[in-house]
């Protein structure tokens, strides 16, 4: 197995961090951008979180050129489970062998392509290179539609209407690139989901390695990774004290939130936005819902660490 690790970037962190007090609004983006009060802006319709992200490195995210053939995307709606098929992923292209995802940040492992210190700005990045993004298909790279690149697709208003994030990207959905699986299938069958994005990858793995994938990739392991688990974040950019960034790693965690009226409410608005689109996890699992009316929800995969 491939122990090596990727080169780190310096001063990411650091350059994110100078960019949270104060970012130019300046440049040809502008005309399709509108400064908000408080910590926001909206660019071509969408709202984005000040400090991060800009109108520039928005327009460079969806102009650049720099994409190769290799380049694998991922592309998620926020909160859908980025950083688990990060996790994946990452040891996917290293065999199996945890050493790169236990010595370099997640962030700088598939940097993101719209923060203003995003992937297309970052030199010398080996290949096959992770590129993370939040972006709706009609604000994201052209230029990958052109190449080859690999295109893993999650599933989860900052970024958009979830709904116009989804009805956009699953017009993808069956291309040779692009492969669309959800975070209630990859509960549902974990090992096999990690088997299908490594045969999509073009990186079939051993026994040996795919059980190395599911054990460092596991909810668990992963939450307790420092390099995954975001608390080598400085408290102005992600303060844990308030919470961890990862929460419990199940699905079906709404039915602890929502009230009968908002859940009954929500039906109503999803039925009307996703009629005539495919059936998702959930759907099914909404059938199933009438028969017993309080399923537990579903615990993500945690194993044992068989690594020394």
Excluded at 266 to 281: A, I, L
Aim: aromatic content about 12%; hydrophobic content about 35%.
């Amino acid at each position: 197995m491939d122990g090596s690790a990727e080169p780190r970037i310096p001063g990411l962190c650091d350059t994110y961090q100078n960019n949270i007090t104060e970012i130019s609004l300046t440049g040809s983006p502008l005309s399709h951008s509108e400064k908000l009060p408080g910590e926001y802006f909206r660019y071509k319709g969408i709202l984005f979180p000040l400090g991060l992200y800009s109108p520039e490195s928005i327009s460079t995210a969806g102009d650049s050129q720099d994409v190769r053939s290799d380049d694998i995307f991922i592309i998620t709606y926020p909160k859908s489970g980025t950083n688990w098929m990060i996790e994946i992923v990452s040891l996917i292209l290293k065999d199996g062998d945890p050493s790169w995802i236990r010595t370099v940040p997640i962030w700088e492992r598939a940097p993101w392509c719209e923060t203003i210190v995003g992937a297309f700005s970052l030199p010398n990045q080996n290949s096959p290179r992770i590129r993370s993004s939040h972006l709706p298909i009609q604000l994201f790279n052209k230029a990958v539609f052109n190449a080859k690149a690999k295109v893993p697709r999650r599933e989860g208003l900052q970024f958009g209407s979830w709904f116009d994030h989804i009805k956009g990207w699953i017009r993808m959905q069956g291309k040779e690139h692009f492969l669309f699986t959800t975070y209630e299938e990859l509960h549902q069958d974990f090992r096999g989901s990690v088997k299908r994005v490594a045969e999509f990858l073009g990186r079939p793995l051993s026994p040996e390695a795919l059980d190395s994938v599911v054990a460092h990739s596991a909810f668990g392991a992963m939450k307790a990774n420092s390099m995954s688990n975001y608390t080598l974040l400085p408290p102005s950019l992600l303060d844990n004290r308030q919470g961890a960034f990862l929460r419990k790693g199940v699905c079906g965690d709404w039915k602890n939130y929502f009230t009968v009226a908002q859940s009954e409410a929500f039906d109503r608005v999803y039925q009307e936005q996703m009629r005539g689109q495919p059936t998702f996890p959930w759907d099914e699992a909404q059938k199933d819902a009438s028969a017993d009316p309080d399923p537990s929800p579903c615990q993500a995969p945690e194993s044992p660490d068989p690594w020394p």
